[in-house]
């Protein structure tokens, strides 16, 4: 009797802890704050068995607070040929800590990540989407899979994304002797050093009671202000490729190797191009016309298939197909260069949310994309290959300021690109404006683009009519006004540049109270939306553009009016850039002169009010109108 009472008490015990283990109730009120989840356990282990073998195991519950959560409450994970999964589960539980569903294998998605400019992928995604009846609720998923290289180790973000608090997690690695692990960690304590039964080493983080972090405009990377633990092998194995990872040059000759017999093109193109550039000797001049032909003659597909994320096609396969992907049409203009005794080198870069950020550490998450680099004197020439229509030489501004990995042989290294010039990426804007006595208005614009800011016509200067039109309705958002004609000119013969002729008319444009009309200053000049101030800034603030516009409008105005007010002069100058603005009168005339120039930097949080007191005080000029009355 006592022996069934006792397991009574325990089957109580058991259930009664199985039920309340994950109630939403027990997160502390600090955690919920300004959360709309909050990770209750995460528990990653990393095994790294040899440079062709890796697993990762993780345990995560999450519990979702609110609507805006339930993105947190979804499992997604991507796989390849190289990968694939032990298991995969999980469970639902309600808001007492109570299992509302267990998650099989057989629940989830295996679906393929093949895009629409993709003919070669391997890589797959096992999902799951959660379909909240009521909050708050949590989710438990638990995985193991297996890669079958240790060239890439994912990072490790305990909090993982904005309005998201952390109660518990940790990471442990464990490493053999002869395959050290390499590590950067920021915004976490030191790991502590621990001994594996099979004699491998052990290194452990942990991270706990995190409150939720507020996305802020213009902060810089999340790693930079939460915690963040970036993860390398030394050796790494692929394709049947063996690396180094301890430095960038052991990665650059690793890449090196996977270029090696892949710039076979014909002997028919090898003569054709040659024939091309036989009557030029301007270095700049001949790696424009090749660049022109491999333009001409190729375009861009997604290669994402094993060691063929890393390796591109030979050049005699662009050459017969007529497409590539970034790795590939490099390693094709690169190829066509060589015919022509011009020597270029390969150079991986980030975009998008990547780029080179350790100098010390060469992290394959810190690249996506190849470039071409073309020395030419103390400057060198840089080529995007990927793109049918992109001006030869162009510096955007993402690639401004960047670095890249030069691939040359035993000497791979970092390199900077070219500095954003405030004075070179320039948009100037000449419009004219004739208003009549009823406040309508015709006029004329030409915009010039050069430097990064050529951007701003880059759409435009490559697409047809109708899109030409719908762009530009949606660029220039002026109540009433209709465009009359409009025309693009481009240059990249030199230095890459384009202009923008637009024809409008506009009805009401000057707004009538009794005899007065009031003018915009300039209407296609604004600073824009403005951020709100913060009380409780926490990160830093980055501009990451640099450039200056320069705006002319001359008002035609119309007989019988005289001129009332006109705003005075006004300049600005200081931390994030400069204003001036002028109005001038010539006979019937007034004539408004607009410059800004932004800077790019990275600034204190402390100062992100004072950039938004800049920009406040711009807008407050811009909206100052003119005011004509009548006689």
Not at 160 to 187: C, H, I, M
Request: charged share 25%.
């Amino acid at each position: 009797m006592r022996k069934l009472l006792l397991v009574v008490v325990l089957f109580q015990i058991t259930s009664y802890l199985a039920y309340s283990q994950w109630k939403s109730s027990d997160i502390p009120d600090s955690l919920k704050r300004n959360s709309d989840a909050v990770v209750r356990r995460l528990v990653t282990d990393i095994k790294i068995i040899s440079s062709d073998k890796i697993t990762i195991t993780e345990n995560i519950v999450v519990t979702i607070l609110n609507e805006e959560g339930k993105v947190f409450a979804n499992f997604s994970e991507y796989y390849d040929k190289d990968s694939k999964f032990e298991y995969v589960k999980g469970v639902i539980y309600n808001d007492g800590g109570g299992v509302i569903k267990g998650i099989k294998w057989s629940d989830f998605q295996d679906v393929s990540l093949v895009s629409d400019y993709s003919i070669y992928e391997d890589n797959r995604l096992v999902r799951y989407e959660v379909i909240p009846t009521s909050y708050p609720f949590t989710v438990e998923y638990e995985y193991r899979k297996i890669v079958n290289t240790a060239m890439f180790i994912p990072p490790w973000y305990p909090q993982g994304g904005f309005r998201l608090g952390l109660e518990n997690a940790s990471l442990r690695v464990s490493f053999p002797d002869t395959n050290p692990l390499l590590y950067k960690s920021f915004n976490i304590g030191k790991p502590t050093k621990t001994g594996d039964e099979d004699g491998s080493r052990v290194l452990l983080w942990r991270a706990n009671c995190l409150k939720a972090i507020e996305k802020e405009v213009y902060s810089p990377k999340f790693y930079e202000y939460s915690p963040a633990v970036f993860l390398g092998a030394k050796y790494f194995s692929i394709g049947g490729y063996n690396g180094t990872m301890d430095s960038w040059n052991s990665y650059g000759l690793w890449l090196e190797d996977l270029q090696k017999g892949r710039s076979d093109i014909s002997l028919e193109l090898y003569n054709k191009i040659r024939v091309l550039v036989k009557d030029e000797r301007d270095l700049r001049k001949k790696v424009n016309i090749v660049y022109k032909y491999m333009q001409s003659q190729t375009r861009y597909v997604s290669i994402q298939v094993g060691v063929g994320g890393w390796q591109p096609f030979p050049a005699s396969t662009v050459e017969k197909n007529g497409y590539g992907d970034c790795k590939a049409l490099v390693n094709f203009t690169r190829s066509l260069l060589e015919t022509i005794g011009v020597k270029s080198f390969y150079c991986p870069i980030g975009v998008g949310e990547q780029n080179i950020i350790f100098d010390d550490f060469p992290g394959l998450g810190q690249t996506n994309h190849i470039i071409l680099c073309v020395p030419n004197g103390n400057d060198s020439l840089w080529l995007e290959c990927t793109n049918q229509h992109y001006p030869f030489g162009f510096i955007s501004h993402e690639f401004q300021n960047q670095k890249v990995l030069l691939v040359d042989g035993v000497s791979s290294r970092l390199i900077n690109m070219p500095k954003g010039d405030a004075n070179k990426n320039v948009q100037i804007r000449v419009t004219n404006v004739q208003i009549d006595s009823l406040g309508d208005a015709i006029g004329n614009m030409i915009t010039y683009e050069s430097g990064a800011e050529l951007e701003n016509l880059m759409p435009e200067i490559w697409s047809n009519k109708k899109d030409q039109a719908e762009m530009i309705q949606k660029k220039y958002r002026i109540p009433g006004i209709v465009f009359k004609s409009f025309d693009y000119q481009f240059d990249d013969n030199s230095e890459p540049k384009a202009n923008e002729k637009i024809s409008f008319q506009v009805g009401g444009f000057a707004s009538q109270t009794g005899r007065r009309f009031f003018i915009p200053f300039n209407p296609f000049a604004q600073i824009g939306s403005i951020p709100n101030k913060s009380k409780k800034r926490l990160t830093d603030v980055l501009i990451d553009e640099c450039y200056t516009h320069i705006d002319t409008l001359k008002y035609s105005l119309p007989k019988g009016f005289n001129i009332e007010f006109i705003p005075r002069p006004k300049s600005i100058s200081g931390l994030f850039g400069s204003f001036d603005s002028s109005t001038k009168v010539e006979g019937d005339k007034l004539i408004t002169i607009r410059k800004y120039q932004q800077k790019r930097g990275k600034y204190l949080a402390k100062d992100f009010n004072k950039y938004i007191e800049f920009l406040l005080d711009i807008a407050k000029q811009d909206k100052q109108p003119l005011v004509i009355v009548s006689k």
